[in-house]
T-cell receptor
Framework: DAKTTQPPSMDCAEGRAANLPCNHSTISGNEYVYWYRQIHSQGPQYIIHGLKNNETNEMASLIITEDRKSSTLILPHATLRDTAVYYCIVLSGSARQLTFGSGTQLTVLP | NAGVTQTPKFQVLKTGQSMTLQCAQDMNHEYMSWYRQDPGMGLRLIHYSVGAGITDQGEVPNGYNVSRSTTEDFPLRLLSAAPSQTSVYFC???????????????FGEGSWLTVV
């Protein structure tokens, strides 16, 4: 699976959009980009995943660049409950596990 | 974390004791797995299963046994607990095992284990 690079921490004001970047420059054609978050040692929570096209669900939007070498997770209206560690993971077709890196600690400020 | 249930949530063991962490899912998922997460660290795969009767080792399998007699259940057994097994354990499942990528992988809420 391709390696991902994320900033270690970010702050966001409550009510504003949180934009979390992820670099995955070695991603190959059949590898998906996944985003999970973990709130204070709770179980990792699935947010969204995508292959090429931008994706949106009730939680977030995923924007993948045309060359697929980076992506951005957007939480449109961040709340205090969105404070968590966010993990960007690239998953290949042959993978049998999610490989979690160190992620980005997002702190939503009041 | 819909549909993946872990028990117990908290457990304290003495060194050398054995115990089983339970994981159940009601979503007819082929793939189930166990991870551990040590303080300040990422999740590491212990064992996984791609269907009833089929299991395989992950990154850190030593000291743990698994079996998959039914689609719904995937218990993790600690044979002789050691302080190094103090950790938070997470069970995960996904509908398709033949191709994990592209499918949603759900996690349970975790089981906190302390070995003294």
């Amino acid at each position: 699976d391709a390696k991902t690079t994320q900033p270690p921490s970010m702050d966001c004001a409550e009510g504003r959009a949180a934009n979390l970047p992820c670099n995955h420059s070695t991603i190959s054609g059949n590898e998906y980009v996944y985003w999970y978050r973990q709130i204070h040692s709770q179980g990792p929570q699935y947010i969204i995943h995508g292959l090429k096209n931008n994706e949106t669900n009730e939680m977030a939007s995923l924007i993948i660049t045309e060359d697929r070498k980076s992506s951005t997770l957007i939480l449109p209206h961040a709340t205090l409950r969105d404070t968590a560690v966010y993990y960007c993971i690239v998953l290949s077709g042959s993978a049998r596990q999610l490989t979690f890196g160190s992620g980005t600690q997002l702190t939503v400020l009041p | 974390n819909a549909g993946v249930t872990q028990t117990p949530k908290f457990q304290v063991l003495k060194t050398g004791q054995s115990m089983t962490l339970q994981c159940a899912q009601d979503m007819n998922h082929e793939y189930m797995s166990w991870y551990r997460q040590d303080p300040g660290m990422g999740l590491r795969l212990i064992h996984y299963s791609v269907g009833a009767g089929i299991t395989d080792q992950g990154e850190v399998p030593n000291g743990y046994n698994v079996s998959r007699s039914t689609t719904e259940d995937f218990p993790l057994r600690l044979l002789s607990a050691a302080p190094s097994q103090t950790s938070v354990y997470f069970c995960a499942s996904s509908y398709r095992a033949t191709r994990l990528s592209g499918n949603t992988i759900y996690f349970g809420e975790g089981s906190w284990l302390t070995v003294v």
